[in-house]
């Protein structure tokens, strides 16, 4: 991250939470509100008023333009994600591929995010920080990619984060106090997760994830839009 940026938030703003229902986003909801940073909290979820669905545009529109409508939007973070359900599991293999199980990775963890950033980054304010952050994944590193496996998820990440970078440039033009990126959160014990979780990986609790993020995103600075960061702050290679 920038080493000695002006990483404060303007007062007054508020934060959004998009996938507030989940696990990780429920959390953020939680710290967030507690931390008094932001006017208003702002969470959206497929139960929420109004209601959110990553297959449909509309849906996030609305949802945009209702946070919006309650003040300066701050803080903006995307933490819907798809690894698995009842049909679909991670490719072990290449035998494994399905084209439907493809597409619903993409759907939900590319495209639905970037019709979040298509949406929200225009209504972000022109000046002072505000901050557009998606929960990405390591294993979207086709950098850090030695064991191979996953193949829909991994995908679908390495898109997301390319569709971050290319929004954040965009966005620079735009709004060039604002900040635009991509945050690995580690494991989290998550329903998401909780079936892949073994013994030697350091898995977090929700909260502790929320926390190490939100600290994360206090200290970025324009220098860090457009980059994939994990919990710590540190670059992931692509």
Same mark, same amino acid.
């Given at each position: 991250m920038s080493q000695n940026p002006d990483t404060g938030f303007p007062q007054g703003g508020i934060a959004v939470v998009f996938g507030a229902s989940g696990g990780i986003g429920s959390a953020l909801v939680e710290r967030l509100q507690a931390g008094q940073k932001f006017r208003h909290v702002v969470g959206f979820s497929r139960v929420s008023t109004p209601a959110i669905d990553l297959l449909s545009e509309a849906t996030l529109k609305e949802a945009a333009y209702s946070a919006a409508s309650k003040g300066e939007i701050? %803080? =903006?973070?995307? $933490?819907?994600? &798809?690894?698995?359900?009842? #049909?679909?599991? @991670? +490719?072990?293999?290449?035998? +494994? %591929?399905? @084209? /439907?199980? *493809? /597409?619903?990775? &993409? $759907?939900? !963890? /590319?495209?639905? @995010? $970037? #019709?979040? *950033?298509?949406? =929200?980054?225009?209504?972000?304010?022109? !000046?002072g920080k505000s901050v557009f952050a998606t929960l990405s994944a390591k294993l979207g590193s086709i950098g850090e990619n030695k064991m191979g496996g996953w193949y829909s998820y991994r995908a679908s990440k390495a898109a997301l984060n390319q569709l971050v970078r290319t929004a954040a440039v965009e966005l620079g033009r735009r709004h060039p106090d604002s900040i635009c990126v991509a945050l690995h959160p580690g494991t989290v014990d998550t329903g998401l997760t909780s079936p892949f979780n073994t013994a030697g990986l350091d898995v977090q609790s929700p909260y502790a994830a929320a926390d190490r993020l939100l600290a994360v995103?206090?200290?970025?600075?324009?220098?860090?839009?457009g980059c994939f960061l994990d919990y710590r702050g540190e670059r992931i290679p692509w």
């Open positions: 701050r %803080l =903006v973070l995307d $933490a819907t994600g &798809f690894l698995h359900d009842d #049909v679909h599991r @991670p +490719e072990k293999s290449w035998r +494994e %591929l399905q @084209p /439907a199980q *493809m /597409a619903r990775s &993409f $759907a939900l !963890n /590319a495209i639905g @995010p $970037a #019709v979040i *950033m298509k949406h =929200v980054l225009p209504l972000l304010p022109r !000046n995103i206090d200290c970025l600075g324009r220098g860090d839009s």
